[in-house]
T-cell receptor, first 115, second 113 residues
Framework: EADIYQTPRYLVIGTGKKITLECSQT?????MYWYQQDPGMELHLIHY???????EKGDLSSESTVSRIRTEHFPLTLESARPSHTSQYLC??????????????FGQGTRLTVV | AQSVTQPDIHITVSEGASLELRCNYS??????LFWYVQSPGQGLQLLLK??????LVQGIKGFEAEFKRSQSSFNLRKPSVHWSDAAEYFC???????????FGTGTRLLVSP
C-alpha cells in the first residue's frame, strides 16, 4: 500500500474563500505532483515538485499555488475559490529516478465543490 | 508532444467474460507505459507498467497488457472479469527526460451479472 494521504476527502466551500488542500507522503519520495481531474476527462498536471523548495507549473494553467518546504508535504492553496475550481484534485509522488519516468503513487483525492 | 488516446469511454462486460481495453500513444521512440485503475472515490492504483523487454507484461489482479510498437498500442486484457473489476482505467505514457506522466481520458468498465 502506498502511503500518501490527502485531506480533506470532500470539501464544499463558498466563493471567495481561501482553501488549502493537504498532501503528505511517508515514502521519502522527492517528486510530488498535483493533478486536476474532471468527470470523463483525463488527469491534467497542474503542479509538480522535484524536491524541497522546488515547484513548477504543470501542463494545465491553474490559479492555485503550491509550496514544498518539507519533503513529505506538498499543500495546494487557492486564495479565492470560484465555482470554476470545482473538481477533483489528486496528489501523487514518485521516486527521483534519473531520466526514466518512475511510477507515481496517488492519494485518494480531494473532491472540491465551490458554491 | 506525447499523448494517449483511450477510444472507449465506457465498456460493459459480463462477469466471467474476457476484457480488452484499448490504449494508443503518440511518441516517436519507445515510451514508458502504465495502466492505472481508479475505484469510485479512490485514488489511482498501478496495475502494470512497460519499460522494455518482453512486450507482454503481467500485472496485479490478473491483468496483462501487450505493447505493440507497430500499432502504437498498449492494450489491457483480462481473461475473466470479476464484478470487483468495475472501475475507471487509465493508460499513461512517460517520456525519458520528462518526469511527468501523460494520462488518457480513461475508460469506465461496467460489469454486468
Amino acid at each position: 500500500e502506498a502511503d500518501i494521504y490527502q485531506t480533506p476527502r470532500y470539501l464544499v466551500i463558498g466563493t471567495g474563500k481561501k482553501i488549502t488542500l493537504e498532501c503528505s507522503q511517508t515514502m521519502g519520495h522527492d517528486k510530488m505532483y498535483w493533478y486536476q481531474q474532471d468527470p470523463g476527462m483525463e488527469l491534467h498536471l497542474i503542479h509538480y515538485s522535484y524536491g524541497v523548495n522546488s515547484t513548477e507549473k504543470g501542463d494545465l494553467s491553474s490559479e492555485s499555488t503550491v509550496s514544498r518546504i518539507r519533503t513529505e508535504h506538498f499543500p495546494l492553496t487557492l486564495e479565492s475559490a470560484r465555482p470554476s475550481h470545482t473538481s477533483q484534485y489528486l496528489c501523487a509522488s514518485s521516486e527521483a529516478g534519473t531520466t526514466v519516468p518512475t511510477e507515481a503513487f496517488f492519494g485518494q483525492g480531494t473532491r472540491l465543490t465551490v458554491v | 508532444a506525447q499523448s494517449v488516446t483511450q477510444p472507449d469511454i465506457h465498456i460493459t462486460v459480463s462477469e466471467g467474460a474476457s476484457l480488452e481495453l484499448r490504449c494508443n500513444y503518440s511518441y516517436g521512440a519507445t515510451p514508458y507505459l502504465f495502466w492505472y485503475v481508479q475505484s469510485p472515490g479512490q485514488g489511482l492504483q498501478l496495475l502494470l507498467k512497460y519499460f522494455s523487454g518482453d512486450t507482454l507484461v503481467q500485472g496485479i489482479k490478473g491483468f496483462e497488457a501487450e505493447f505493440k510498437r507497430s500499432q502504437s498500442s498498449f492494450n489491457l486484457r483480462k481473461p475473466s472479469v470479476h464484478w470487483s473489476d468495475a472501475a475507471e482505467y487509465f493508460c499513461a505514457v512517460g517520456v525519458p527526460g520528462f518526469q511527468k506522466l501523460v494520462f488518457g481520458t480513461g475508460t469506465r468498465l461496467l460489469v454486468s451479472p
